[in-house]
């Protein structure tokens, strides 16, 4: 099994008027889901308290590059 780190980012979702995105991290057993640009993990299946701080502190200084990658994603030219 791979047990490498994989993160994928969502697009922007905009809800009363606050535009935020969901970052995704797993590794085949385990996986966490975080938001920017609040920077929590919001959600964790496996990984230990001490690992979710890492995944937080990386979404803090890694925050302006996720945003790029959430505002570059094309919905609809992904289904095309």
Known sequence: MNDELKMSVSPIC???????????????????EGKIPDCKIISNKGFSDEEVAQLEEYMKKELSNLK??????NVLGAFM
Do not use: E, L, P, S
Request: proline share 0%; aromatic share 12%; charged share 25%.
């Open 68 to 73: 790029q990658m959430a505002a570059g994603i």
């Open 14 to 32: 905009v809800k009363d008027g606050n535009r935020y995105a969901f970052v995704n991290f797993a590794d085949g057993k385990r996986t966490a």
